[in-house]
């Protein structure tokens, strides 16, 4: 090529115009990938603050707040900046556009929320050196607590504008965005929910934490090997005293024999199927047998000063994924049997590994579990561990890993908006509703595993016929343990339950029935404490095999609704088993239905929905003209 070529070219506009086109799209693409770029370090230092904060690390959680306010007013500056803004002449861009903006002034925001919230850990722990720390050696200081009240007030209102931009984001932005956009909404409105709770909870707080009497509370944590309606057995209990907000464990030790059979009876809340309506004479460990913890902590408070114990205050029931949690939040334990507790083997060390020993072994592991629940008291009472271990514990709260139930009904909206009741879902036209209760005092359970198919055929009248049909798998290995021929017992590894249906109110033509074998019938239909109906069949299932448990009804006219302007609706229960349950639930319906709370698949008139029961719900569709 010559000289006279190369500068022939040059001057040639088309050379000038590829050579801004290639300059353009360079400089589009970096921008993109630096966009990119800020908002990768934005979310790390978020992950990173929510970690530092909770560790009790005001510095590196506010350096953490700084980097990610930076990173994200940098993200908003390019997409307003050129050449990002030129998309905006095209309207789907422009609305894409708008709303990266319009969620990061709202992340912004969320960050100012941040810092105040980081101020306030800070002053909780002792760290920041301005005051007597709120959580302090066993001793919870309630004037602390109601000093960060301004603090408090701060961040919802932060939170309250926060809430507020969110909305503003356009409808129409993409879906990849509007998951994002509706996750921080979800994120924004728990932690409001948390800060009325706390604005709820704080007028009570002196006579909750003994500032004029001391105030007792019960313990309570739960094995999963023997399931019950209301969760497992009684594992070991606590007495834990507040005095001028002082903790101290006032007893402590595994659920003896004088508990499992008091010299006296009791007057249970609940009725049938599970105790006599007066003078049940079924001990401690099996106090916590009806489903809704609202029900059985009062129960277990009645059935605990049967056995000669004082009132307590209340209750408080903890499982082994509320452990695991605190485990998790505060580092291992080290053990002679089973070596390091993590939260990731806990429940595989102490359950799936210890019921495969031996007799003598056995107290080996009732040792290790109380080892466990020594250290996580002793952790609670020490430095800032409450804060850290309550704070690990509560987060399980909506799954039931841990349920509270105060005397005289104290705080039951408090404690309903945390989740932390262990309610049931209110009555609904239908009710989704099968638990296991352990007969035959073995520990299998822990293996269980459970898939229950709901059918329903509704119809336009609103009435509806409904099949439920749960299978329950006893997967534990027929090697350990007693011999086979052994039903009964701590080590059999033979599962024998009742299977309890509970029913709508106004369930009619009720039928249930076992698959064939070593059944148990009842042919009784019990009222439960709600006055809904309630039916049980029990059923042998050896190591490796199955129960079928079907229940048929039919609900009358009128249910969910007349002339195909239909809602179904039901309330899905949950029972604490260690490997969830798998729900199908298939509603065959007289038209197309409109998904109004789960998530649906429609085809045609028959909608279905499958998925873990990891905590009390709602499903729901509509029909017709709404």
Known sequence: MTDSS?????????????????????????????????????????????????????????????????????VQDAVNSPPISALKAVPYFRTNLDGVSTFMAAAQEVLDAASVTNDVYARLSGSDGLGQAAFANGTINVAALQQIQPQIDQIDAILTQADQTLRQVPAGVS??????????GAEVA?????????????????TLLGEDKPATYLVVFHNAGELFPGGGAALSTAVVRFDKGKMEVLEKGPVSPDFTNPAFPWDPVSRGPYYAETNARDGFAWSNLHQDYRITGENMMRSWVATGNRPVDG????????????????GPIQTELYGQITADNLVQKLFFEGYNEDAAAQQQRKAVNQQL???MLARIQSGTGALTVGRAIFATAPGHHVRVHLSNNRLAEALREAQADGAQPPPEPDRIAFFTQNQNSSKVDIFQTRRVIHDVHLDRNGSARIVQTAKVTNAAPAEGGSPLEDRIGYTTRWAFHWNIVFLPDDAQDVKIAANPGDIKQDSRVFTDTDGRKAVRVGRWIPPGESSYTTVS???????????????????????????????????????????????????GDTAHTRFPVTRPTVVALGYGVR
């Open 6 to 74: 190369a500068r022939t070219r040059w001057r040639r506009p088309r050379t000038w115009i590829l050579l801004v086109a290639a300059v353009a799209a360079l400089w589009f693409v970096g921008s993109l990938v630096l966009v990119g770029w800020h908002a990768k370090q934005a979310n790390s230092a978020l992950q990173a603050m929510t970690d530092q904060i909770a560790a009790g690390d005001p510095q590196a959680a506010a350096a953490s707040i700084e980097s990610a306010h930076g990173d994200t007013a940098a």
């Open 175 to 184: 879906p990849m965005l509007r998951q994002y956009v509706d996750e921080a």
């Open 190 to 206: 728990g932690i409001q929910r948390g800060l009325a709770i706390y604005e709820e909870i704080l007028p009570d707080l002196p």
């Open 315 to 330: 209750v408080i029931s903890l499982d082994p994924e509320a452990l695991a949690a605190a485990v998790s939040a505060t």
């Open 373 to 375: 629940i020594d250290e």
């Open 553 to 603: 009804y039919r609900l009358p006219d009128g249910t969910f609704g007349r002339d195909g302007n239909l809602e179904y609706r039901a309330g899905v229960e949950h029972q604490l088993t260690t490997n969830g349950v798998d729900l199908t639930v298939n509603v065959y319906g007289p038209s197309a239905p409109q998904p109004l709370e789960g998530e649906w698949t429609v085809d």
